[in-house]
């Protein structure tokens, strides 16, 4: 592997939620936007990406409509830099993640999912998931993303 950090390839992070409806393809989305290679998927995926999760995404100028949720098991064989489950169900189902990862921890957010109310109330709530993830994520790529495994 080349040592100058300016010609390191971006490293990879898988995101875990349970669904891979919100959270996890919120996450995913702005990961790339910090130039990670990144995916997401499901301990137990839904059908397609949620509405509100594309809406506020859509706000900041990221586009995951295209993304769909995936289950866990398509990633066991692939390494990841960093594998990252992101509600307490996965990080309960996949504490001891089986496939290849340089790092498995747990940074839980609050399920957007289940907010309630009026469509500006709801819109509210994944405002404020998205902009958490993106308040950590950029941290967390400071921390890790230049660095040498």
């Known amino acids: 592997m080349n040592?100058?950090?300016?010609?390191l390839q971006a490293k990879?992070?898988?995101?875990?939620?349970?669904?891979?409806?919100?959270?996890s393809q919120m996450a995913e989305g702005i990961a790339r936007r910090l130039n990670w290679r990144a995916r997401s998927?499901?301990?137990?995926?839904?059908?397609v990406v949620n509405p509100h999760a594309i809406s506020v995404m859509s706000e900041i100028g990221i586009?995951?409509?295209?993304?769909?949720?995936?289950?866990l098991d398509i990633f066991l064989n692939e390494y990841h830099d960093f594998v990252v489950t992101l509600c307490d169900h996965a990080h309960e189902t996949c504490?001891?993640?089986?496939g290849n990862a340089g790092m498995v921890l747990h940074q839980g957010f609050p399920d957007p999912f289940e907010a309630q109310g009026t469509e500006?109330?709801?819109?509210?709530?994944?405002r404020?998931?998205?902009?958490?993830?993106?308040?950590w994520l950029k941290v967390f790529t400071h921390e890790n993303q230049r660095t040498n495994s």
């Open 3 to 7: 040592s100058n950090p300016d010609s």
């Open 12 to 23: 990879s992070i898988l995101f875990i939620c349970t669904g891979n409806t919100c959270r």
């Open 41 to 47: 998927a499901g301990v137990e995926p839904g059908r």
């Open 63 to 71: 586009d995951i409509s295209t993304q769909l949720p995936k289950n």
């Open 95 to 98: 504490p001891n993640f089986t």
């Open 120 to 126: 500006a109330d709801i819109l509210k709530v994944y």
């Open 128 to 135: 404020k998931s998205r902009d958490e993830i993106y308040s």
